[in-house]
């Protein structure tokens, strides 16, 4: 994707490179060395749809070619597109792997470590991707100059088509936290093993999956998910002995986010010991709730006003590099455009036509109000 990307920018007055993150960087350079981000990501989870990251990173394209164009090569501010390396993290759990890099976020005594189904770790997979990875935070030097960042992704929910509107403005990023839960029991056959003495691991995984979700359900934008579980010895003749269960926890607010971790490791512990097995947790991950920048929130809104007539403010449940940019302290701000049936991570992932366009052309919009708004608060 990213050779066939390579050669869309021949012709055009611009710089690239990759950085020490394995993220990608094209440079118009303008009359100020003050810059404007736009990018997302090309990179797509295993069975993924045609439209999450590539349609914000494409977009982000087309309105830098456009204003390469109008300004013939010299606009009043630098522009920069970003392809950020390993946003999905779907090989190695790790998400926002270059953005993280760039904000200066990223956890390299951890992340080093960590292996795919095959046990390769990433240290190992970065290699062979010419990524060193002591020094991937060095990709934090790229951050001189921006002084704001623009991301369109497709909503992935179903909140703008239950509304019938194209598009919406997103006010942050709900926080995760992301764990390993580790049950363990004891292996016995499973013909000859009463039910009354088993210690089954699976259970008690199997009720802590069950119980998220009124611990969920609680509060109206939060979602717990349990989305992976591995047995062992993962045979149908055996009681499992011990069960391996992610899971995932997300709001926007902070407060709401550790209650419901609380709730979680407590009811965990209590389904352990009825089904007298152990408990462990493990973070894989997590990232505070990210609001955006208020200016530029607004001035999406305008954008989609202006276009469609209409705007709705939401937030993210999904993960994006717009939340480590906003951690990194430069103004940042996403549109969303309307998902079908709310569908993404699947092949039918789709976006009507018309509504596509319309992003488009309020992504244009709202990187002109960007580079108005630079100018004005230059200094």
Same mark, same amino acid.
């Given at each position: 994707?990213?050779?066939?990307f390579?050669?869309?920018?021949?012709?055009?007055?611009?710089?690239?490179?990759?950085?020490?993150?394995?993220?990608?960087?094209?440079?118009?350079?303008?009359?100020?060395?003050r810059?404007?981000?736009?990018?997302?990501?090309?990179?797509?989870?295993?069975?993924?749809?045609?439209?999450?990251?590539?349609?914000?990173?494409?977009?982000?394209?087309?309105?830098?070619?456009?204003?390469?164009?109008?300004?013939?090569?010299?606009?009043?501010?630098?522009?920069?597109?970003?392809?950020?390396?390993?946003?999905?993290?779907?090989?190695?759990?790790?998400?926002?792997?270059?953005?993280?890099?760039?904000?200066?976020?990223?956890?390299?005594? !951890?992340?080093? #470590? $960590?292996?795919? =189904? &095959?046990?390769?770790?990433?240290?190992? /997979?970065?290699? +062979? %991707?010419? @990524?060193?990875?002591?020094?991937?935070?060095?990709?934090?030097?790229?951050?001189?100059?921006?002084?704001?960042?623009?991301?369109?992704?497709?909503?992935?929910g179903?909140?703008?088509?239950?509304?019938?509107?194209?598009?919406?403005?997103?006010?942050?990023t709900?926080?995760?936290?992301?764990?390993?839960?580790?049950?363990?029991?004891q292996?016995?056959?499973?013909?000859?093993?009463?039910?009354?003495?088993?210690?089954?691991?699976?259970?008690?995984?199997?009720?802590?999956?069950?119980?998220?979700?009124?611990?969920?359900?609680?509060h109206?934008?939060?979602?717990?998910?349990?989305?992976?579980?591995?047995?062992?010895?993962?045979?149908?003749?055996?009681?499992?002995?011990?069960?391996?269960?992610?899971?995932?926890?997300?709001?926007?607010?902070?407060?709401?986010? !550790?209650?419901? #971790? $609380?709730?979680? =490791? &407590?009811?965990?512990?209590?389904?352990? /010991?009825?089904? +007298? %097995?152990? @408990?462990?947790?493990?973070?894989?991950?997590?990232?505070?709730?990210?609001?955006?920048?208020?200016?530029?929130?607004?001035?999406?809104?305008?954008?989609?006003?202006?276009?469609?007539?209409?705007?709705?403010?939401?937030?993210?449940?999904?993960?994006?590099?717009?939340?480590?940019?906003?951690?990194?302290?430069?103004?940042?701000?996403?549109?969303?455009?309307?998902?079908?049936?709310?569908?993404?991570?699947?092949?039918?992932?789709?976006?009507?036509p018309e509504?596509?366009?319309?992003?488009?052309?309020?992504?244009?919009?709202?990187?002109?109000?960007?580079?108005?708004?630079?100018?004005r608060?230059?200094?």
């Amino acid at each position: 994707a990213r050779t066939w990307f390579q050669s869309k920018l021949t012709g055009l007055p611009v710089e690239h490179h990759t950085d020490a993150a394995g993220n990608v960087w094209v440079t118009l350079h303008g009359a100020s060395e003050r810059s404007l981000a736009l990018g997302s990501h090309l990179d797509s989870v295993p069975n993924g749809g045609w439209l999450d990251g590539c349609l914000g990173f494409l977009t982000a394209f087309e309105v830098l070619r456009g204003i390469a164009e109008e300004f013939h090569g010299r606009p009043p501010v630098t522009l920069r597109l970003v392809d950020w390396a390993d946003e999905e993290g779907a090989r190695f759990g790790r998400s926002l792997f270059g953005s993280s890099a760039f904000a200066g976020t990223q956890t390299i005594a !951890a992340d080093r #470590l $960590r292996k795919d =189904r &095959e046990g390769t770790t990433l240290e190992e /997979a970065l290699g +062979r %991707c010419g @990524v060193d990875v002591e020094r991937v935070g060095d990709a934090g030097m790229e951050r001189r100059g921006i002084a704001a960042y623009l991301e369109l992704h497709i909503e992935q929910g179903p909140v703008l088509e239950r509304l019938g509107l194209p598009l919406g403005a997103v006010s942050g990023t709900k926080g995760v936290e992301r764990h390993l839960v580790t049950f363990r029991g004891q292996e016995a056959h499973s013909g000859s093993t009463p039910m009354a003495v088993r210690r089954d691991a699976l259970a008690a995984a199997a009720r802590l999956a069950l119980e998220i979700r009124p611990i969920a359900t609680k509060h109206p934008d939060a979602v717990c998910t349990v989305g992976s579980v591995k047995t062992y010895p993962g045979i149908v003749t055996a009681v499992v002995g011990l069960c391996e269960a992610t899971l995932d926890q997300r709001d926007l607010d902070a407060g709401v986010l !550790a209650e419901m #971790l $609380r709730e979680a =490791r &407590e009811a965990s512990e209590r389904f352990a /010991a009825e089904e +007298r %097995c152990t @408990v462990e947790w493990s973070k894989i991950w997590s990232i505070e709730p990210i609001p955006f920048h208020p200016d530029l929130i607004r001035l999406c809104e305008e954008a989609i006003v202006e276009t469609t007539g209409q705007s709705h403010r939401l937030p993210s449940g999904p993960l994006h590099d717009a939340a480590e940019v906003a951690r990194a302290g430069i103004p940042t701000t996403m549109m969303f455009v309307q998902s079908l049936a709310g569908i993404s991570h699947n092949k039918i992932e789709d976006t009507r036509p018309e509504h596509l366009e319309l992003a488009v052309r309020a992504m244009d919009r709202l990187a002109a109000k960007t580079i108005r708004w630079m100018q004005r608060t230059e200094g």
